[in-house]
């Protein structure tokens, strides 16, 4: 019960991009029952600048009977500045995103498995107020050892979108913009144990729009995890993001590098 007190505490009901990489929070085990992870990542810094304030929390919940898989998913990611040569401004968000992810697995082979899957997220510096996925699909398994697994998805995708493009000027001006459209969501996903406490994986998504394949999205991701403990590990991981079309004119490739701890509960 206190585990999952917790990792309720960690997970916010709201990814930090715009493609969220679902791989990096899933457990192939094959454990049986309820398993659960929850990562923090903290930090703080002033100088003369200014004060800068840091938090990413993630959390997975995983439950595994025969067959049938549940998880449900979220992180939250807020990057604050405030500048000292203006102590009573507001802080400035570098970043301000979140996402929660519902998934079903139906393993209905050894090496063929079907999915469905439901998300909200959001992204203040995006300009994104709120996108909702929906998709179902299968996943194939391509490799799987005691050292190595490749798996590779291509689900349905619906995705609603709500975003806002802000004027400044000739005057203060708001544009509302909702976009609905259908998109295929394709993934490889690989993972290898290097040794019994560094292992590596890698995911990269392409989504195309299923009426304009000139509209799409490629995110690709590595992590990099070392063992501290038997459940503490020290995690690195780069994520780079390519959108054709976004919604609002934001810029069309972005990058992403962090470190951060993750806790097995």
């Known amino acids: 019960m206190k585990r999952f007190l917790l990792l309720l505490f960690l997970f916010p009901a709201v990814a930090h991009s715009q493609v969220v990489n679902t791989e990096k929070l899933r457990l192939d085990k094959g454990d049986k029952g309820f398993v659960g992870e929850a990562a923090l990542d903290l930090g703080l810094a002033r100088n003369r600048a200014g004060q800068t304030v840091r938090l990413g929390t993630s959390a997975r919940l995983e439950l595994l009977r025969g067959d049938h898989r549940w998880m ?130 890698h995911v990269t998504y392409y989504q195309p729009n299923l009426s304009n394949f000139s509209d799409f999205r490629i995110s690709s991701e590595t992590t990099l995890s070392v063992k501290l403990t038997g459940r503490l590990s020290l995690r690195t991981y780069f994520q780079l993001i390519y959108d054709t079309e976004p919604l609002v004119p934001v810029p069309n490739a972005m990058y992403v590098l962090n470190n951060g701890f993750s806790l097995v509960l």
Request: aromatic share 14%; proline share 4%; hydrophobic share 35%.
């Open 72 to 201: 449900l998913l979220g992180a939250y990611n807020l990057t604050q500045f405030n500048d000292v040569d203006e102590p009573g401004s507001a802080p400035k968000n570098f970043a301000n995103n979140g996402f929660g992810h519902l998934r079903y697995n139906y393993r209905s082979r050894d090496w063929l498995t079907w999915e469905a899957f439901a998300q909200a997220q959001y992204d203040r510096i995006q300009q994104i107020d709120l996108r909702l996925l929906a998709g179902t699909g299968p996943r194939l398994r391509l490799i799987r050892s005691d050292s190595a697994q490749l798996y590779f998805g291509a689900l349905y995708m619906f995705e609603h979108e709500e975003s806002r493009n802000e004027f400044e000027e000739p005057e203060p001006f708001t544009e509302r913009l909702i976009l609905d459209d259908h998109r295929l969501s394709t993934y490889l996903s690989a993972g290898l144990q290097i040794t019994s406490y560094l292992t590596v994986n």
